[in-house]
């Protein structure tokens, strides 16, 4: 059939499941139909909007049956913003999809695997709102002064001033800093001109020190008025100590630029995670949902089988969170990353919990982990918790050449994961693979997967 001949149709369609992205799917004869917002065992009827070779994309125009699992979507900028795909699901629902997400990633990718490898239940939240710890929104002109998210799909900014997953205190303070921006009548960011000063405001709170960081990313280091916006910000609210100042000047789906400026106050503001302490720069990488990373942990922990006597590799450590999470039940933890204020903290971090058996380098994993092994360093299992992009080809050569027995695979992609599975069976058996729920409302997946060396 010409898929071009559906562009407009109304089709009645039958929902099967739920896509990697939270879209409805389901098939118009062989042609697969995607449909956001639709649930699993939903009869509706949809209009197609785009063709494409394989599917085609379609819009809800009505309801015939109704999915016992939709709920009413708490917030009022939702399908708008583009932040959440999943608050018209119950939670229970959200969980399930979590675990099938990345069963359809092992089925497309790793086919020969997916049958035998246990997906045990997502790891919920009892609250599975105002859990992130990070704001990060946009500021553009366009037409007047916003601050808030893109509308999915485009850059039309949707003001937001009340996002029911964020931490309300890093809402209240956006929301004060936004307001002294306006009275200052500070130049923001206009995209079609690529003119403007203030493109994005970051604000890091932490879950139980309630300390607060801003971090004002600009298009040049110069900014007029800025000392007086500095300490208008500082006198707004109680909870911020550090006051930072980035500079990205590319036109880049980046945030953040290379230079980081200290503006006022500390440079790092404390986090706990499991009764240890963590200083957090500007730049530092730190999980969005502070609750659900002492879980995730936890279940590392356990598909590690850590032993006193371990040796454990924390490749991509980032501020080292996992490596010092597993250091007091090991012998030592050998970490690495390619940004160096990223090791810097770790070694802090390391310093100041008094964890005298971690070791931390600069640099790309593959490369170092060769290094240790020749130097004959005992590696007993390693951590990786790698980007969306998943693991890069020379560390999966590293583990083909230095037979590291326990493994353990900590994945914000099904896909990638799904993939470098694939590759990695040749070397390791899937254990399991723990589904824990770090972003409610959304249909972000993040896995803990055991593996350990065949004979």
Same mark, same amino acid.
């Given at each position: 059939m010409n898929n071009q001949s559906l562009l407009n149709q109304t089709l009645r369609l039958k929902v099967k499941r739920l896509g990697i992205n939270g879209e409805g799917i389901a098939y118009y004869? $062989?042609?697969?139909?995607? !449909? &956001? +917002?639709? @649930?699993? $065992?939903?009869?509706?009827l949809a209009r197609v909007t785009k063709v494409k070779q394989n599917y085609v994309e379609a819009t809800l125009v009505k309801f015939e049956t109704i999915s016992k699992e939709r709920v009413k979507p708490r917030c009022p900028h939702y399908a708008k913003c583009g932040g959440c795909q999943l608050q018209h699901l119950s939670y229970e629902g959200q969980l399930a999809f979590k675990a099938d997400v990345i069963l359809q990633a092992l089925e497309r990718y790793y086919p020969k695997g997916a049958k035998n490898i246990s997906i045990r239940p997502t790891i919920g939240m009892d609250e599975p709102y105002f859990y992130r710890n990070k704001l990060q929104f946009q500021l553009r002109y366009q037409k007047e002064r916003k601050m808030g998210l893109f509308q999915e799909g485009s850059h039309t900014l949707v003001p937001i001033d009340d996002c029911c997953v964020q931490d309300p205190l890093t809402q209240e303070i956006a929301n004060s800093v936004f307001q002294i921006l306006n009275r200052f009548e500070a130049s923001f960011y206009d995209e079609k001109t690529h003119r403007g000063l203030f493109k994005t405001l970051m604000v890091r709170v932490s879950k139980y020190t309630r300390e607060a960081q801003v971090v004002l990313i600009t298009t040049k280091k110069n900014v007029p008025q800025l000392e007086r916006i500095v300490q208008a910000i500082a006198k707004s609210n109680e909870a911020i100590i550090s006051i930072m100042q980035n500079v990205q000047?590319?036109?880049?789906? #980046?945030?953040?630029?290379?230079?980081?400026?200290? #503006?006022?106050?500390?440079?790092? !503001? *404390?986090?706990? #995670?499991?009764?240890?302490?963590? /200083?957090?720069?500007?730049?530092?990488?730190?999980q969005l949902n502070t609750?659900?990373?002492?879980?995730? +942990?936890?279940?590392? *922990?356990?598909? @590690?089988?850590?032993?006193?006597?371990?040796?454990? !590799?924390?490749a991509y450590c980032g501020v080292g969170t996992i490596g010092l999470s597993v250091a007091p039940y090991v012998k030592a933890v050998y970490g690495m990353d390619i940004i160096p204020s990223a090791i810097e903290n770790a070694k802090k971090n390391a310093q100041q919990l008094e964890n005298n058996n971690t070791h931390y380098e600069a640099g790309k994993a593959e490369v170092i982990i060769q290094q240790w092994v020749k130097e004959g360093l005992p590696v007993d299992?390693?951590?990786?918790?790698? &980007? *969306?992009?998943?693991?890069?080809?020379? @560390?999966? /050569?590293?583990?083909?050449? +230095? &037979? !590291?027995?326990?493994?353990? +695979?900590?994945?914000?992609? &099904?896909?990638t994961l799904a993939k470098d599975l694939n590759r990695l069976s040749s070397l390791y058996e899937v254990q399991y693979i723990q589904s824990v729920d770090m972003f409610p409302q959304t249909a972000r997946a993040e896995a803990v997967?055991? #593996?350990t060396r065949k004979n």
């Open positions: 004869k $062989k042609t697969l139909v995607f !449909i &956001p +917002y639709a @649930l699993p $065992k939903e009869t509706v000047p590319d036109k880049t789906s #980046l945030i953040m630029g290379e230079e980081t400026i200290h #503006l006022w106050g500390k440079e790092t !503001i *404390r986090e706990y #995670l499991e009764e240890q302490h963590f /200083d957090l720069s500007a730049r530092s990488f730190f609750v659900q990373t002492e879980r995730l +942990y936890e279940e590392v *922990r356990k598909a @590690l089988q850590v032993q006193p006597n371990d040796t454990i !590799i924390d299992g390693m951590i990786v918790d790698p &980007p *969306r992009t998943g693991l890069d080809d020379t @560390l999966l /050569d590293t583990l083909q050449a +230095y &037979p !590291i027995p326990k493994l353990v +695979y900590v994945s914000c992609n &099904p896909s997967v055991s #593996l």
